[in-house]
C-alpha cells in the first residue's frame, strides 16, 4: 500500500518485505491443520475482503492523525500495527447475527460490521448527526451488531458474557466476541465476566489483545508470567495462540472458535500477540517510542500486517494491479466518508441536548 512518511511509524514508511519474515507468515497458517484448512477454502475474493478491511482500518487511523495533525480534533486512538487483531476475528463471523464488542483500539470492527465510515469519523467531531448525537467518540452501532465501547477497560467482558448467556438460553446460534487488552486483563470485571462465560459455557469468544503494553506500562511490568500461554487453561476456556499481525491465522482461529460456540461447547479465548506500533493515543507517541527498546520497533515493524499479507496474496498470484485497485476503492471510500463527516459539522448539537435522549422517549 501507499506508505505515509507524515503518519506513519517510521518502520512502515520504506517497508521492504523481510524474505525469512514473509516464509513465516505462511509457515504459521500451514503449520496448523485445522487453521491451514479453513484458509484453503476462502475464495480469492475473501482474501481480497480481508485485504479491503486492513486497509480500511489503516486509512481510517490515518484520516484521524491526519486531522489531529491539521487541527481539526485534539487526539485520536489508532490500532496501527494491531489492524489483523481486529479485521480477522471479525470477518470469521455472521453478518447481521453475531455481536461484537470492540474496544477504542479495535474500531473497524465497526466497519466490518458494515458501519459507514463516515457515522465512525462523526463520533470524532462530535456532530449532531454521529452516532452518540456528539456525546461520546467511542463508535458503536447496535443495528449493525457492534456495541459501542464501554470506557472502562474489562467491562465489556460481563457484557458480552451477558448476551452470550442470553443467545444460550434462547437457543440461537449466535456468537459474541469482544477484545481484552492485556492491562485489561487486570480488571476484575474482566476476571468475573470471563469465569462466569467459563462455568455458563456461554458462546462468547474474548480476544486477548496482547500489544505488550497498558498505556505507558509495559506488559513485563504488570503480568508475571512471560506470556499469556496459560490464561484460557487458567479458566478452563478452550483457546490458544494466534498471530494478532495474522490476519488469515486471526480469521481462522476466530472461525474454529465459532464453530465451537455455535455447537454449545462454551468460550474460546484467543491470546493474539501483536505489538502497538504508536501511542496509548496520538498525543503521546514521543513517550511511546522511548517505553520500549528501538530494536523492538524494528522487530515489529517487519511484521506490518498488512505488508505481510501484500506478501502472501503476490505469492498466491494476485497482481500488483488487482492490489492497487482495491486500494484505490478503499481510498475512495475513507475519503469521501471523510468529506461527508466534515460536511456534518454544519450541524453540531446544542449544548441542552447533552440532557435529553438518555432515558428512553427521547427524555
Ligand atoms: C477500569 C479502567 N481503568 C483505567 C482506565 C484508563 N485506561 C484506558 S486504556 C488503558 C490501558 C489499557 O491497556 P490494554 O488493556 O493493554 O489495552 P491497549 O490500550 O493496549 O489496547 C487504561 C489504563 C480505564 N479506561 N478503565
Ligand atoms: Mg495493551
Same mark, same amino acid.
Given at each position: *500500500?501507499?506508505?505515509?512518511?507524515?503518519?506513519?511509524?517510521?518502520?512502515?514508511?520504506?517497508?521492504?518485505?523481510?524474505?525469512?519474515?514473509?516464509?513465516?507468515?505462511?509457515?504459521?497458517?500451514?503449520?496448523?491443520?485445522?487453521?491451514?484448512?479453513?484458509?484453503?477454502?476462502?475464495?480469492?475474493?475473501?482474501?481480497?475482503?480481508? #485485504?479491503?478491511? &486492513?486497509?480500511?482500518?489503516?486509512?481510517?487511523?490515518?484520516?484521524?492523525?491526519?486531522?489531529?495533525?491539521?487541527?481539526?480534533?485534539?487526539?485520536?486512538?489508532?490500532?496501527?500495527?494491531?489492524?489483523?487483531?481486529?479485521?480477522?476475528?471479525?470477518?470469521?463471523?455472521?453478518?447481521?447475527?453475531?455481536?461484537?464488542?470492540?474496544?477504542?483500539?479495535?474500531?473497524?470492527?465497526?466497519?466490518?460490521?458494515? *458501519?459507514?465510515?463516515?457515522?465512525?469519523?462523526?463520533?470524532?467531531?462530535?456532530?449532531?448527526?454521529?452516532?452518540?448525537?456528539?456525546?461520546?467518540?467511542?463508535?458503536?452501532?447496535?443495528?449493525?451488531?457492534?456495541?459501542?465501547? @464501554?470506557?472502562?477497560?474489562?467491562? *465489556?467482558?460481563?457484557?458480552?458474557?451477558?448476551?452470550?448467556?442470553?443467545?444460550? *438460553?434462547?437457543?440461537?446460534?449466535?456468537?459474541? &466476541?469482544?477484545?481484552?487488552?492485556? !492491562?485489561?486483563?487486570?480488571?476484575?470485571?474482566?476476571?468475573?465476566?470471563?469465569?462466569?462465560?467459563?462455568?455458563?459455557?456461554?458462546?462468547?469468544?474474548?480476544?486477548?489483545?496482547?500489544?505488550?503494553?497498558? &498505556?505507558?506500562?509495559?506488559?513485563?511490568?504488570?503480568?508475571?508470567?512471560?506470556?499469556?500461554?496459560?490464561?484460557?487453561?487458567? #479458566?478452563?476456556?478452550?483457546?490458544?495462540?494466534?498471530?494478532?499481525?495474522?490476519?488469515?491465522?486471526? #480469521?481462522?482461529?476466530?472461525?474454529?472458535?465459532?464453530?465451537?460456540?455455535?455447537?454449545?461447547? !462454551?468460550?474460546?479465548?484467543?491470546?493474539?500477540?501483536?505489538?502497538?506500533?504508536?501511542?496509548?493515543?496520538?498525543?503521546?507517541?514521543?513517550?511511546?517510542?522511548?517505553?520500549?527498546?528501538?530494536?523492538?520497533?524494528?522487530?515489529?515493524?517487519?511484521?506490518?500486517? @498488512?505488508? &505481510?499479507?501484500?506478501?502472501?496474496?503476490?505469492?498466491?498470484?494476485?497482481?500488483?494491479?488487482?492490489?492497487?485497485?482495491?486500494?484505490?476503492?478503499?481510498?475512495?471510500?475513507?475519503?469521501?466518508?471523510?468529506?461527508?463527516?466534515?460536511?456534518?459539522?454544519?450541524?453540531?448539537?446544542?449544548?441542552?441536548?447533552?440532557?435529553?435522549?438518555? #432515558?428512553?422517549?427521547?427524555?
Amino acid at each position: *500500500m501507499r506508505r505515509f512518511p507524515a503518519f506513519d511509524p517510521p518502520e512502515y514508511v520504506e517497508w521492504k518485505a523481510d524474505p525469512a519474515v514473509v516464509r513465516a507468515f505462511r509457515a504459521t497458517i500451514e503449520q496448523n491443520p485445522e487453521r491451514a484448512k479453513i484458509v484453503a477454502a476462502l475464495s480469492t475474493d475473501d482474501k481480497l475482503e480481508l #485485504y479491503a478491511g &486492513l486497509l480500511r482500518a489503516r486509512l481510517h487511523d490515518i484520516q484521524l492523525k491526519r486531522w489531529v495533525r491539521t487541527g481539526v480534533i485534539s487526539k485520536a486512538w489508532l490500532g496501527t500495527g494491531e489492524e489483523a487483531t481486529t479485521v480477522g476475528p471479525v470477518h470469521a463471523l455472521e453478518r447481521g447475527a453475531d455481536i461484537v464488542a470492540p474496544m477504542i483500539r479495535n474500531a473497524a470492527a465497526c466497519c466490518e460490521f458494515g *458501519m459507514p465510515i463516515a457515522d465512525m469519523l462523526r463520533a470524532y467531531l462530535a456532530t449532531a448527526d454521529s452516532p452518540s448525537a456528539g456525546r461520546d467518540l467511542h463508535v458503536g452501532s447496535f443495528p449493525h451488531g457492534v456495541l459501542q465501547p @464501554i470506557s472502562h477497560v474489562g467491562d *465489556m467482558v460481563p457484557v458480552i458474557t451477558g448476551i452470550a448467556l442470553t443467545f444460550k *438460553m434462547k437457543r440461537e446460534r449466535r456468537v459474541a &466476541l469482544t477484545w481484552v487488552g492485556d !492491562g485489561s486483563t487486570k480488571t476484575a470485571a474482566a476476571h468475573e465476566g470471563t469465569n462466569f462465560a467459563a462455568v455458563q459455557k456461554v458462546p462468547a469468544i474474548f480476544i486477548l489483545q496482547n500489544n505488550q503494553v497498558a &498505556l505507558g506500562t509495559r506488559v513485563d511490568q504488570h503480568h508475571v508470567p512471560a506470556d499469556f500461554t496459560d490464561w484460557p487453561a487458567s #479458566y478452563g476456556i478452550w483457546g490458544g495462540g494466534c498471530d494478532g499481525n495474522n490476519v488469515l491465522d486471526a #480469521y481462522a482461529a476466530t472461525a474454529l472458535a465459532a464453530e465451537r460456540c455455535r455447537r454449545g461447547e !462454551g468460550p474460546a479465548m484467543l491470546v493474539a500477540a501483536t505489538f502497538r506500533m504508536g501511542g496509548h493515543a496520538t498525543h503521546d507517541e514521543r513517550e511511546a517510542r522511548e517505553t520500549f527498546p528501538a530494536d523492538l520497533f524494528k522487530q515489529w515493524g517487519k511484521r506490518d500486517p @498488512i505488508g &505481510l499479507y501484500e506478501e502472501y496474496l503476490k505469492e498466491e498470484g494476485r497482481t500488483e494491479a488487482e492490489l492497487a485497485r482495491v486500494e484505490a476503492r478503499v481510498t475512495a471510500a475513507v475519503e469521501r466518508a471523510a468529506e461527508e463527516a466534515l460536511a456534518s459539522r454544519a450541524r453540531m448539537p446544542p449544548g441542552e441536548s447533552a440532557v435529553t435522549g438518555v #432515558y428512553g422517549n427521547g427524555r
